[in-house]
């Protein structure tokens, strides 16, 4: 028997600075041989990223690596710079997660793929038929035709494509790739995994595959191996760990995936919101005089319903509008059409008639890091509505109430004179749905809150959510495109794509039935992947 | 990380407390230099033109038999009025312009930001000239001609940074719950963009005192024998080969109080940001 090809031993991983040496890998270990795939499986922070690259030498100098490193039967440790860049790049490649800022923005992509080969000895005149065989070989459609576009011309899917096209180019032995269809919308993601598997078979190559997805792991790993707070706590073959998990860690990790449907659409609650063909057209102006030339539809004619206490979701892929609809019926955009707020039209009201209705209509958003203003204090944060909404408050009373409101989303409320930057993304989150809450609304838009947290962290915010609404029959608008958080929520579903509603209705027959091909297409992504590569074959 | 570890080598409290005590140290000087000189700064006393420092005349005097510290001190006053009254005046509508221009968006930004770039085309120089056209030379109209220079310079800043803040979500969620536009400036954008506009300031002062400098030396500012260090500086010139001395006190002058400036100007961003209090606190 042959030695493994990746066989990594007693890692460690510290961080020096200031004399003081911060681990954040220990004792790592793991063997992956040719044509396997290894998933590495933890949550923001476990270390798995930082393990990844120590593989091929890449951490930044203040890192201290301990342990063995044996690839191919060489100690990774012990070589010097220049057989490391042989080995970069040659026998380990990645790719990232990100396919836009992986790539140089001035660079065509010829270049970009070129550069790869010339590093490693490939002859000029053979460059180009290279590259054109590696972009076919991803399936970037009119390979030859797309040498000289640049990374801004190409759609995200396309550029993680050439992204694997640059890894692959050389036949690695080893692939790495660190979330690479994380920051993809569901379609393509499915085709991009379909792809790297296809690819992995025929080219017999290991995959180190590094996610937070546990929906992925189970579609492409063989083995899998679950980081927390950088150490593995469990370890093994894909299909006996999802069937039965040992450690504490991996079962949380695994109830954590959202589960079960809201309930029916109970229709003698009272409509809160009705909008009637909602339009938001932004102009595209050009020339001197700045005339209008077109519009691009953002929004395009879009009628909802949306009852108190019940949840309407809306999903869609990026680019499809659903952010946009939201602000619109919020009226922190312009737009046409009809906004039916308690009997009332609101969509043409101005500012200062607007204000006293924002109490009812808030708003939470995706990105708890950005919607935080870092300069003030949580319970400046959470306060700021009540001091607007109910300015006859004292400053006692407003205290009482932030209190509640933090206490209400499971805040320590002692904590409230920090500030932002001190709390976890999940914690960021429940500030943020505290500032919403505060005001005691009826209705608050949610756009992705939980796009941007953690498995187990997206959990608990989806429980508390629905135990909010129970408590205080709250109605929410659920911008979202993950379809499984969408099911555990919305009783009523509106799918859009390009500004327009794909298919909507009650959320149970959607799920049960889709009708709409997209809908067919979205679904088929979300909830069983080999669905989809199967069909792209026969297709 | 890294990049907090740096800072904590390198100390960012050390640097505030130093700016301080050389913009408080220039201050006194200023303040003292109102009842108390050791000489009185505009004596001239001819045959003892070019000492050297001597007990009588601790930095020497000057090619009229001025006191050099007598006029330094007196000069501080000066450049520290032109200093901050410029950068004040020139900063306030600039911020203002500037919030207004990123608030409303459209046409009328676009107007504003071309009355900035308009203005701009205004070298500080020629609009010196034009006010002592009008209203005759002095100290004031200089004051005047490099504040209407720094207005469009914060303009332009303040909008291209209030523009990144305004398309963060946290202004979204004000306005969600009801916050007016002034509302928001003042409350959301000012203190996100506070620091960039104080290193800034700390930039145009120092570039207003080299400014004044420049119109006193063609008669457009400090008209003699009142003392200013660009005064100083430029009177010095003739005598460049003879007493260089008589060059290097004022220059040092302003570069030490631009250096206290900056320093003040940059530990004060970093003892404001939230972000950085609590490393500030660890190492006390």
Redesign the interface.
Known sequence: MTSPLLHVTGLGIG?Q??GALTPVVQDVGFTLEKGRTLALVGESGSGKSITALSLARLL?P?ARVTGHINFAGDDVLAMSERQLRALRGRKITMVFQEPMSSLNPLHSIERQIGEILELHGTRKRDIRDRVVAALAEVGIPDPAGRLGAYPHQLSGGQRQRVMIAMALVNRPDLFIADEPTTALDVTVQAQILALLKDLQTRLGMAMLFITHDLGIVRKIADDVAVMQKGRIVEAGPAASLFAGPQHPYTKMLLAAEPKGAAPAVDTTRPLLLQTGDLKVWFPVRRGLMRRVVSHIKAVDGISLQVRAGHTLGIVGESGSGKTTLG?AI?R?IRSQGPIIWLGKDISSLN?TA???L??D???V???PF????????VAQ?VE??LR??NSSLTATERRSRVTAALAATDLDPATMDR?P??FSGGQRQRI?IA?ALV?EPKFIVLDEPTSALDMSVQAQIVTLLRDLQARHGIAYMFISHDLKVVKALASDLIIMKGGKVMESGPAAPIFAAPQHPYTRALFAAAFNIEAVSAAEVAG | MRRRASRLHRGAAPGLVLGAGLVAFLLAMALLALVWTPWPPAAIDVPHRLLHPSLAHWLGTDELGRDILSRLMAGAGVSLKVGMIAVGLGAVPGVALGLIASAVKGRSEDVIMQLCDFAFAFPALLSAIMLTATYGAGIDNAILAIAIYNVPVFAKLTRAMANSVMAREFVQAARAAGRSPAGIAVHHVVPNILAALLVQATIQFSIAILAEAALSYLGFGTQPPEASWGLMLSEAQNFLFVAPRLAVYPGLAIALSVLGLSLLGDGLRDALDPRLQKIAWQRA
Request: overall charge positive; cysteine-free; aromatic content about 8%.
């Open positions: 961080f600075a200031r930044p203040a602000l919020l922190l500012s607007m204000r006293p924002r109490r209509l808030q708003v958003f995706q990105d950005g919607s935080l203003s870092p300069r003030m204090s944060i700021e509505g607007i909404q500030f930057h001190e943020a500032r005001l």
